[in-house]
């Protein structure tokens, strides 16, 4: 009896191991994306920035010509490749720290001008890589290193919605928030990050795909337990919805 | 090609369309607006794309993307926006991006003013962000030699994969002069492998980074640096010497306030002291030659600034303690006259003799 | 038969997601320890498997891969 493969790692993705930690759903959002690129047959007509933070290496691991950008800027360094390459494809993979805090400026002033590219920005409500902190899409009462008392609203902020926010402005093309906390939901993300990347193609502007993701090390607990958190106290504070699709408005 | 009477801005925007730049990412700031200006007319005439950024920050790491596929890029900015590129400029460096950065420098610190200083000079020739690195410096003193120097910048920073700095002024930015372009066309560029352009039909996947977790690794790499920046130091110094030859004391400055010490260096002569000028044209590296070639004949150096003092001190690094170094210099953008200079060329020399 | 389910297991990371997911819940985690200090996650009654895939959608790693037996046209005609 000869065995047809069903599921086969993709080639978008390189023969790196991942530096993630157990659980962590980067490896999941990594494998998505790579999978759309193969899909779509542009593996070799992308290029992808890498940001900073748990996935600054995130250049080892998608099979594509790949270039590592400061903190914050990965919007920026995606501008000037897509404005010298227009029929390329250009993504940036940002997480929450790079894309809400530092890099909130380039992301805004990326969608404002409809620049062709496609963000996939991990919100996982946490800095991952420097061991904990705050970050903008915190949740109220989330206990990190930097608020160890849990967020409160007066002195710390309140959890900051990047896609309804980005959503608002004209450029912006096609904005999602999708999960990573279930098969079903991680589906739905597979369609999500395809359709960005196909409006990209149509050269429609701006595309950004929130992604709800997990970080057990930092959250303190286990990885399955995560995805339920993610699905328990993020889903409340960042519900998964379509905020802007240009499609249906034309 | 005819002369032409530009605008300094518009001739360095115009030298680089001229030398191949074909992307310009921009942010307003005066004293360098017309430079932004002329691109956004410019560049579209010559199918190239010109883009105003939202801050420097994003004008810089535009420039980085925009770089990393090889094309030739350019940014102009003046001291304050110049501070706020500092950290893309440390990344270019390190990710060896070539593009050309200018700095049309105004009164500091802080807003400090619109008018023209030179006191961005450590800024410029130390590297300016975190982390070992230089940028080749071109300080142009004539709209002429901006045309002039402009393919040099681009082709110093494809040979050698770096980011490179024209340092100017307000003076050079808004004054006029006639100016000749050459009409050398910059033929197809050599492919840049290294360059993200997408894998099709090139091998593998490129990566361009300036991370290296790996110690060694980065150690490894900073000795490559090390080795461009001594072999750049080798070959791409630029200066000029005016009437050193037996010259008793030699000012030292550049940009236009080499052009006003040579104003000076004319009435001094005239009244019977000997002095000349060396010109440093690339700041980095600093020119050693002319001044070993006569620190132990002359009785004295001085350097004239638009700043507090900060060319000077690689005066005296190059002069190393063979002949007494002085330092004359006017702040805030007020601009030397060349009167003064010559008061302080007779005070340094003693007096004229009657 | 062949293996329905394998685990390459250099790269896990022991972190059950896929565990958490098998509806036929006949994965576990073995008692090798791969080179990286984790230990395998792996399936011992294959036949078991269902070929769903569900655990290779939430492998953060690309540890599985899943086959399905090919049934043959003829076989299914007659």
């Known amino acids: 009896m000869t065995m047809k493969p069903v599921f086969k790692k993709t080639k978008g993705l390189t023969e790196k191991a991942t530096h993630y930690c157990p659980g962590c759903t980067h490896g999941i959002i990594h494998r998505v994306v790579a999978e759309v690129l193969e899909e779509m047959d542009v593996l070799e007509d992308t290029i992808g920035v890498a940001s900073v933070g748990c996935s600054v290496m995130t250049y080892e691991y998608f099979n594509c010509d790949m270039t590592q950008s400061a903190h914050g800027r990965a919007p920026a360094v995606a501008t000037g490749i897509k404005r010298v390459l227009p029929d390329r494809i250009v993504f940036t993979y940002q997480g929450d720290g790079d894309l809400a805090a530092i890099g909130i400026s380039e992301a805004i002033h990326a969608a404002a001008r409809g620049e062709n590219i496609t963000i996939i920005f991990v919100n996982n409500a946490i800095y991952g890589m420097t061991g904990g902190q705050m970050a903008p899409t915190t949740l109220i009462g989330q206990k990190t290193i930097t608020s160890p008392e849990g967020r409160e609203s007066v002195s710390q902020g309140l959890p900051m ?41 149509k050269g429609l502007g701006f595309t950004m795909i929130e992604v709800l993701s997990t970080c057990p090390t930092n959250w303190g607990i286990d990885a ?23 499609e249906e408005v034309k | 090609m005819a002369k032409l009477l530009m605008k300094g801005n518009e001739v360095i925007a115009e030298a680089a369309v001229k030398a191949g730049c074909r992307y ?45 596929t090889g094309a030739r890029v350019m940014t102009s900015t003046s001291s304050p926006g110049y501070s706020l590129k500092q950290e893309g400029i440390s990344y270019l460096s390190g990710a060896e991006l070539p593009a050309v950065i200018c700095n049309i420098s105004r009164g500091g610190p ?56 024209i340092l100017a002024d307000g003076v050079l930015g808004q004054m006029m002069e006639p100016v000749e372009f050459s009409d050398k066309v910059v033929e197809e560029l050599p492919k840049k492998d290294w360059a993200t352009t997408g894998t099709r039909g090139d091998g593998g996947p490129k990566i361009i980074t300036s991370l290296d977790l790996d110690i060694g690794g ?31 004391y030699i000012l030292v400055a550049y940009g ?92 340094l020399s003693g007096g004229v003799k009657a | 038969m062949g293996e329905r389910v394998v685990f390459e297991e250099l790269l896990c990371k022991s972190c059950s997601l896929c565990i958490s997911v098998c509806p036929k819940n006949i994965i576990y985690i073995s008692n090798r320890l791969n080179e990286k200090g984790y230990l395998a996650a792996t399936v011992e009654n294959q036949d078991e498997c269902i070929s769903c895939a569900k655990c290779a959608m939430i492998c953060p790693d690309s540890v599985i891969t899943v086959f399905r037996p090919e049934v043959k046209r003829e076989a299914r005609r007659s």
Request: hydrophobic content about 40%.
């Open chain 1, 161 to 201: 919605r990047v896609s309804e926010m980005i959503a608002t402005l004209d450029g912006a093309a096609y904005i999602e928030r999708v999960s990573s906390h279930d098969v079903p939901h991680i589906a739905k993300m597979k369609k999500a990050i395809k359709k960005a990347f196909e409006i990209q193609k």
């Open chain 1, 224 to 246: 399955i337990e995560s995805l339920e958190w993610v699905k328990e106290n993020m889903i409340p504070v960042y519900p998964l919805k379509v905020f802007k699709n240009l």
């Open chain 2, 24 to 68: 310009f990412f921009g942010y307003p700031i005066t004293p360098q607006n017309e430079l932004v200006t002329y691109m956004a007319k410019r560049l579209p005439e010559v199918g190239g794309v010109f883009l105003q950024a939202e801050s420097e920050i994003a004008a810089i790491n535009m420039v980085y993307g925009a770089a990393g």
């Open chain 2, 110 to 165: 802080g807003l400090g003013n619109i008018q023209p200083a030179q006191s961005d000079y450590f800024q410029a020739t130390r590297g300016g962000g975190h982390g070992d690195y230089y940028l080749p410096v071109f300080a142009p003193a004539s709209l002429q030699e901006v045309a002039d120097l402009m393919g040099d910048a681009f082709d110093v920073a494809d040979k050698y994969r770096t980011p490179v700095l």
């Open chain 2, 218 to 248: 980065l150690e490894a790499h900073n000795s490559r640096l090390k080795d461009k920046f001594e072999n750049i130091t080798k070959n791409e110094i630029r200066y000029e010497e005016y009437e050193i030859e037996d010259a008793e």
């Open chain 2, 256 to 347: 236009s306030v080499a052009r006003i010490a040579m104003s000076a260096i004319k009435l001094a002569r005239k009244a019977g002291i000997k002095v000349g000028l060396i010109r440093p044209i690339t700041l980095w590296p600093y020119p050693q030659e002319p001044f070993i070639k006569t620190r132990d004949k002359v009785k004295g150096y001085m350097s004239v600034e638009m700043s507090a003092g900060q060319m000077v001190e690689d005066v005296r690094l190059a002069v190393n303690g063979h002949a007494p170094v002085s330092f004359y210099g006017r702040n805030g953008g007020v601009i030397p006259t060349h009167e003064e200079i010559y008061e302080k060329i007779v005070q």
